[in-house]
């Protein structure tokens, strides 16, 4: 079993529409929660994190975090064109974890057309 | 902007030569990273550092080696390319310290084909 799951989409939505992004995991040892951005040919850069349980709001883009389902999901609101890019999830454990080591989902490809 | 460099961004090479992607960070962050990324797959990494002089293997069995002998310089070698190496490599380095997120920042990348 992996341990971080994600569908990979595609995903194709309208400007405007509201976008969900999820992931799964197994792992119940983890507490940081971030999504990362990826645009062609570049890479990943983060985009928001949330520690434990919980919601977390930036602008358009909401994360949430759910440890009893172990279910995490990204909601991006009033979608641009502008947000067209993979969407990574990726998760750590706590603060005793001296790597820092990130477990990535696959990614989602979204793209959203005007 | 994230200052993590590296290069080449697309290399292009046959079968059987040596190979040394360059990654450089400015950030004096002692914790670096490799990852491999195919299409639609996971980041897998391959190798890891802690500092200098330190570098451990990564999940993904890798072919490749690595050296830290400066804080802001870590090369991935390949010694003999194989076809079964093309993929896109990204480099990436944490901050000092274990308090807060643990935040990689990424380079762009060296998409390598070996034919």
């Known amino acids: 079993q992996k341990e971080v799951e994600q569908d990979p989409g595609p995903l194709s939505v309208p400007e405007g529409a509201i976008v969900s992004l999820n992931c799964t995991y197994s792992?119940?040892?983890?507490?940081?929660f971030m999504w990362y951005r990826q645009y062609s040919r570049k890479g990943p850069e983060l985009l928001m994190y949330t520690y434990s349980s919980g919601n977390k709001e930036d602008g358009r883009f909401t994360a949430q975090v759910d440890k009893s389902s172990k279910y995490i999901s990204l909601f991006i609101r009033d979608s641009q064109p502008s947000d067209s890019a993979t969407y990574l999830c990726?998760?750590?454990?706590?603060?005793?974890?001296?790597?820092?080591?990130?477990?990535f989902g696959r990614g989602t490809q979204l793209t959203v057309w005007p | 902007e994230a200052d993590i460099y590296q290069t080449p961004r697309y290399l292009v090479i046959g079968t059987g030569k040596k190979i040394t992607l360059e990654c450089s960070q400015t950030m004096g962050h002692d914790k670096m990273y490799w990852y491999q990324q195919d299409p639609g797959m996971e980041l897998h990494l391959i190798h890891y550092s802690y500092g200098v002089n330190s570098t451990e293997k990564g999940d993904l069995s890798s072919e490749s080696t690595v050296s830290r002998i400066r804080t802001e310089h870590f090369p991935l070698t390949l010694e003999s390319a194989r076809p079964s190496h093309t993929s896109q490599y990204l480099c990436?380095?944490?901050?000092?310290?274990?308090?807060?997120?643990?935040?990689?920042?990424f380079g762009p990348g060296t998409r390598l084909t070996v034919t």
């Open positions: 990436a380095s944490r901050y000092k310290g274990n308090k807060g997120i643990h935040e990689q920042y």
């Open positions: 792992n119940s040892a983890f507490q940081y």
């Open positions: 990726a998760m750590s454990e706590g603060r005793g974890s001296t790597l820092g080591r990130l477990y």
